[in-house]
């Protein structure tokens, strides 16, 4: 079991935030690696990620599902990624915390199963690797946001029993 766990501060209010990191187009083009990123449902999302990791660099089908929506607060997701010889399972959430200066701090923690190839790596060359593109990725979504780019809110909650389908458990 791999943890990952972070925050990132930004200027705009969380209010102004949400539509960015609810907007599948918008995540798209800020996610790192991301060849392609398709709304199936106002809670599912299919992707196609590329991650290199040293000298291993796999192509994973993702397959992800919204679990917890609290507007303009939490957002929750679970995934399960597959490429050859790699895949995951993870569970992600992302919390928007106002700050008294009118930003935002974005709490971010991941917990990821990993198997394959890319685990050989070992998990210090995997954190490293992941610490790296959450910086770019927020890095790349603060360069949207200051274009003034429009974003739309297009993420629901799953009703209850749309992960019963995924094999995700993971344990907190």
Known sequence: MLEFTGENEMEQSREELWPYFTDPDILAEAAPGCKEMILESPHEITAVLAVGVGSVKPEFEVDAVVTNIEYPEVLELTAVGQA??????????MELVEQEDGGTVVDWEAKADVSGTIVSLGSRALKSVTNRLVKKYFSDMQAIIEEGREAESKLEEAPADATENMDVEIES
């Open 84 to 93: 050859p010889r790699n895949e995951f399972e993870m569970t992600a959430t």
